[in-house]
């Protein structure tokens, strides 16, 4: 039994290591097969790949999405830039190459190597910038000496272009390089460093449907880093295009008023809340950054003391002079403390505690009621008013008509103004409010600041009968293909805000001032006037510094940075209005003679063109 056992054994041990020389066989035997093909079937091919070339990926920038007015007017678009970029395992004896570029790009070799230099942790295997749209002569004599730049490479990517250079700048805003704060807070995440990204105005806010998606290539590159063939093309997405509610020659209308000016100057439609035109001046050219600027030329933008580089439209904060009479009529209408009927006496002065308050004319108004006072700007009527209000009445008026808070555009930066309250004071300054003050704060001087969009849109809604709108930018974004994109969170639709704290009848006393500051002979935006179109409107002069009371000297007399601002609000046609206008002219002394004429020609360029 134990010698059968021992054979059955041996036998079972024999088969299976038959079966382990089979597999090992078999394994060997492919091994050689696929070494044959590889090195007598395929030998030629691999063997060229492997000394002459290797497999790289290519980066395929996608094209930003273009820009339009409301009329499907081009205003941004892209063009082909030549950039210039070196690798540095291509390129060797890289100070060689570096040499015989610098001849043909008329850039000295030390500055190209200096640039190389300073990069550290640079790779080797990875393109490396040298220099931006080498232009047209640089890339043909490139081209035809490249046999003797190895390792230099051009890649032709698309480059934002501003087309009607410094016109909107504020509102469409610019792109500039990625920095690495930007790239390392992960807001960006399909982007690389060397990428432009939208900093400022609309190319920010709705940079993530402009931008589209990346795409990229294999290649096939020989020693010298020249491409073979192309192996695969993953093609990349544009992105959406974006239609703005601005008209553009409005727009340039509105840029062309203020040359030569620091002020700003917006319109909307009273109907809907888009804004027609948002012109801020000083402006700048948008395609400086895209270039690239010196640090001689970015330090004139920013030392400037004018402010380019600020939207004053929307993040300018000004005392709003007696543009805020509007509010104040309100306010006093509203409690009953006036009514159509009731007048105040102007002597051109009124006395108060130890201090007259004087009215901007000398000589008094007479008895004044609120439609007079509103089309004269009587300052004696509305110190009155405010003294019977309170500042915490009136303050809570100011804020329900918008004011001391952000309007809601969508834009960067939006500045909320400042509506002051007895306790804003106290805890401000640890002192009380003191009741003289509230004089000031009616006719829109001492602590009240407000921005230009701010007065629009509480213009906006006395013109449309109360209703306060978001101010809107854009009208509509598409898809390259045309396809509209729908989502609410866009705001391409009016959106209500608020609304006025006013009747209708005390809206329609208010609106009765207006009308006649523009039309009545003493109205003080008489110069406003355009026959055929009655327009109604209020104006303006924001004191930069307090006027002392024995101060008779004209601001003619004042330093430029000392004289006062000047406001004007308007809205027209009176009884069915289509556009609101604010117009802001700094230092520009008095709204009537220097603000007023502005609006006048925007509204007429506005309307005329409806009519057409």
């Not at 059955?8 to 044959?36: E, N």
Request: hydrophobic share 40%; net charge positive; aromatic share 8%.
């Amino acid at each position: 039994m134990g010698e059968y056992l021992k054979t059955a054994d041996s036998d079972w041990f024999k088969q299976r290591l038959i079966v382990v020389m089979y597999c090992v066989i078999a394994a060997f035997v492919v091994l050689i097969c696929r070494l044959f093909y590889l090195q007598v079937i395929e030998g030629e091919e691999f063997r060229r790949l492997s000394e002459n070339n290797c497999i790289r990926l290519q980066s395929i920038d996608p094209q930003r999405g273009l820009i339009y007015d409301r009329n499907r007017v081009l205003l941004v678009d892209n063009r082909p830039s030549f950039d210039l970029s070196i690798i540095l395992k291509d390129a060797k004896p890289v100070d060689d190459t570096v040499e015989k570029l610098s001849g043909y790009i008329k850039v000295p070799a030390d500055v190209l190597m200096s640039k190389i230099k300073k990069c550290k942790g640079i790779s080797i295997y990875k393109p490396f910038l040298l220099k931006r749209d080498i232009g047209r002569d640089a890339l043909a004599a490139i081209e035809a000496h490249k046999y003797d730049l190895p390792g230099i490479k051009i890649n032709v990517r698309p480059r934002r272009h501003y087309i009607n250079r410094q016109i909107a700048a504020h509102l469409i805003g610019y792109l500039s390089k990625i920095s690495s704060d930007e790239l390392k807070s992960g807001k960006y995440p399909a982007c690389r460093s060397g990428d432009f990204i939208g900093k400022f105005g609309v190319e920010k806010a709705y940079g993530a449907y402009l931008r589209g998606k990346r795409g990229g290539r294999q290649v096939e590159v020989n020693a010298t880093g020249q491409v073979v063939r192309i192996l695969r093309t993953v093609d990349a997405w544009p992105g959406h295009n974006i239609y703005l509610t601005i008209d553009l020659k409005l727009q340039q209308k509105a840029e062309k008023l203020l040359e030569g000016v620091a002020g700003a100057i917006a319109a909307i439609d009273p109907a809907t809340g888009e804004i027609l035109a948002l012109a801020s001046s000083p402006s700048f050219d948008q395609n400086s950054f895209v270039n690239g600027m010196s640090h001689k030329q970015w330090h004139a933008l920013v030392s400037n003391r004018f402010r380019p580089m600020e939207n004053k439209a929307v993040q300018g904060e000004y005392p709003p002079a007696s543009i805020y009479k509007i509010v104040t009529a309100i306010a006093g209408l509203e409690e009953g403390i006036i009514n159509n009927n009731t007048t105040f006496y102007c002597s051109g002065h009124y006395k108060f505690g130890d201090r007259d308050f004087r009215c901007w004319k000398k000589r008094g108004h007479g008895n004044v009621d609120v439609v007079r006072a509103l089309a004269e700007s009587c300052d004696v009527f509305f110190y009155q008013l405010g003294q019977k209000l309170g500042i915490d009445r009136l303050a809570w008026y100011a804020k329900a008509c918008g004011l001391g808070a952000p309007a809601g555009i969508k834009l960067d930066q939006e500045a909320s103004g400042l509506i002051p309250t007895a306790a804003w004071k106290k805890r401000r300054t640890g002192i009380a409010w003191l009741q003289g003050e509230t004089l000031s704060v009616a006719i829109g001087q001492g602590y009240n600041l407000v921005s230009p969009l701010q007065m629009l849109v509480l213009t906006s809604a006395v013109a449309n009968g109360g209703i306060r709108y978001k101010p809107l930018i854009l009208k509509t974004i598409e898809t390259s293909e045309g396809k509209i994109i729908s989502d609410d969170s866009l705001h391409t639709k009016r959106k209500i805000t608020g609304k006025l704290p006013a009747s209708r009848q005390t809206l329609e006393i208010v609106k009765k001032g207006l009308w006649q500051a523009v039309n009545v002979r003493k109205g003080t935006a008489r110069i406003a006037r355009i026959d055929g179109i009655a327009i109604s409107g209020k104006t303006g002069t924001a004191q930069v510094v307090g006027r002392q009371q024995d101060e008779d000297s004209d601001e003619e007399d004042r330093a430029f940075h000392l004289k006062p601002h000047a406001w004007f609000v308007a809205f027209a046609p009176s009884d069915d209005p289509k556009i609101a206008v604010v117009v802001i002219v700094e230092h520009g002394e008095h709204g009537s003679t220097t603000a007023a004429p502005i609006a006048r020609e925007l509204i007429r360029t506005y309307l005329g063109k409806l009519e057409t």
